[in-house]
């Protein structure tokens, strides 16, 4: 299925037939060449951005789907991240570091590693206008310890050991900031877990300077736990729209986050690391 859909997402300058049996996803790949890299002179000169057409989109994601569910609504129980109405840039970013390296997971890296950064953003910003309900969180996995230091890891960070209150960057709400945050609710415990334990081996990097590096090597084994136990069984508030923007400057400088200001004393804040 999914060998199937790359197809779809990459087309190539064959005959029509190139999709063996698949006449309905045949049709689909015309509306998919539109915007790709590998389409015809004609059709990417007189097609843009903005003029991508829903249909043509919806296709185009169908593959997506298959891991991150119907219109990018992941479940908080299994692994698959949520991807309907984070913050585009965001998306954009995540996009780009899958298909460039900084970001490891294979049978996705598939799709979309040929794929040019102008059609990596249409799709990002499909997704990031998606606005559909949250389910209510799972119940919390740790006991009331382990979830009452997650919460103050989070919402105070501990000064002494030079961790940064993650509501510093990712917002009050913990809704993410709009356009290169990203939210911390609503995501599966396990994928929390994932990416921290990620970001601690360098497995997954962001653009440089990376501050989520330096973050995570802070943060013991057990933090990671805690913080993740404690983020997965909070109910998402305010829909989970990404705040416009944060109350006070970010305390470190963060790679592809150009928008927020940077508290001055934060620059260069010893908590970056891994830059790169
Ligand atoms: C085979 C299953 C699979 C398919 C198909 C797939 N993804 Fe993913 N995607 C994942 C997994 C698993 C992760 C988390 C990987 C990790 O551990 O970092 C992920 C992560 C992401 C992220 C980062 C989310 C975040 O919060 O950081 C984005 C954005 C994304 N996928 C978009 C897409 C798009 C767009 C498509 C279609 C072109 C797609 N994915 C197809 C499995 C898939
Ligand atoms: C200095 C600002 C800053 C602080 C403080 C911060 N973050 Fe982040 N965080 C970011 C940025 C920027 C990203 C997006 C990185 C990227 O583009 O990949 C991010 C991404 C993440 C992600 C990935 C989300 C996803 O969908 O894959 C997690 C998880 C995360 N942060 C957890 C935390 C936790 C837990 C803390 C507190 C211990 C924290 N962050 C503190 C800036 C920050």
Same mark, same amino acid.
């Given at each position: 299925?999914?060998n199937?859909?790359?197809g779809?997402?990459?087309?190539?300058? /064959?005959? #029509?037939?190139?999709?063996?049996?698949?006449?309905?996803?045949? %049709?689909?790949?015309?509306?998919?060449g539109?915007?790709?890299? =590998? $389409?015809?002179?004609h059709?990417?000169?007189?097609?843009?951005?903005?003029?991508v &057409? %829903? #249909?043509?989109?919806?296709?185009?994601?169908?593959?997506?789907?298959a891991?991150h569910?119907?219109?990018g609504?992941? =479940? *908080?129980e299994?692994?698959?991240p949520?991807?309907a109405?984070?913050? %585009?840039?965001?998306?954009?970013?995540?996009?780009?570091?899958?298909?460039d390296g900084?970001?490891?997971? *294979?049978?996705?890296?598939?799709?979309?590693?040929?794929?040019?950064? +102008?059609?990596?953003?249409?799709?990002?910003?499909?997704?990031?206008?998606?606005?559909?309900?949250?389910?209510?969180p799972?119940?919390?996995?740790?006991?009331?310890?382990?979830?009452?230091?997650?919460?103050?890891?989070?919402?105070?960070?501990?000064?002494? /050991?030079n961790?940064?209150?993650?509501? #510093?960057c990712?917002?009050?709400?913990?809704?993410?900031?709009? *356009?290169?945050?990203?939210?911390?609710?609503?995501?599966?415990?396990?994928?929390?877990? &994932?990416?921290?334990?990620?970001?601690?081996?360098?497995? /997954?990097?962001?653009? $440089?300077?990376?501050?989520?590096?330096?973050?995570?090597?802070?943060?013991?084994?057990? +933090?990671?736990?805690?913080?993740?136990?404690?983020? %997965?069984?909070?109910?998402v508030?305010?829909?989970?729209?990404?705040?416009?923007?944060?109350?006070v400057?970010?305390?470190?400088?963060?790679?592809?986050v150009a928008?927020?200001?940077?508290?001055?004393?934060?620059?260069? $804040?010893?908590?970056?690391?891994?830059?790169r």
């Amino acid at each position: 299925m999914i060998n199937c859909l790359r197809g779809v997402l990459r087309p190539v300058s /064959r005959p #029509s037939s190139w999709l063996p049996g698949a006449a309905a996803l045949g %049709a689909l790949a015309f509306g998919a060449g539109v915007g790709g890299q =590998t $389409a015809p002179a004609h059709a990417t000169a007189a097609t843009s951005a903005a003029t991508v &057409s %829903a #249909s043509s989109m919806s296709s185009r994601v169908l593959a997506c789907t298959a891991c991150h569910g119907k219109e990018g609504r992941a =479940t *908080p129980e299994g692994y698959f991240p949520r991807i309907a109405g984070k913050p %585009a840039g965001y998306l954009a970013n995540q996009l780009l570091n899958f298909r460039d390296g900084r970001r490891s997971y *294979p049978q996705m890296t598939y799709l979309i590693e040929h794929l040019t950064d +102008d059609y990596l953003r249409e799709m990002a910003e499909h997704f990031a206008a998606q606005d559909l309900p949250y389910p209510p969180p799972p119940a919390p996995q740790a006991p009331p310890a382990a979830l009452e230091r997650g919460r103050a890891l989070v919402q105070q960070g501990d000064a002494a /050991r030079n961790i940064p209150a993650c509501v #510093s960057c990712h917002g009050a709400a913990m809704t993410g900031v709009n *356009p290169s945050i990203p939210g911390l609710l609503g995501l599966p415990r396990d994928y929390l877990n &994932s990416q921290l334990g990620a970001w601690k081996t360098g497995q /997954r990097r962001a653009h $440089a300077p990376d501050c989520m590096a330096g973050i995570a090597q802070q943060l013991t084994p057990d +933090d990671v736990s805690a913080v993740s136990a404690w983020l %997965a069984a909070q109910p998402v508030v305010a829909g989970g729209k990404p705040a416009r923007t944060l109350p006070v400057a970010m305390p470190a400088r963060c790679g592809g986050v150009a928008e927020v200001p940077v508290a001055a004393v934060a620059a260069p $804040a010893p908590v970056i690391g891994g830059s790169r």
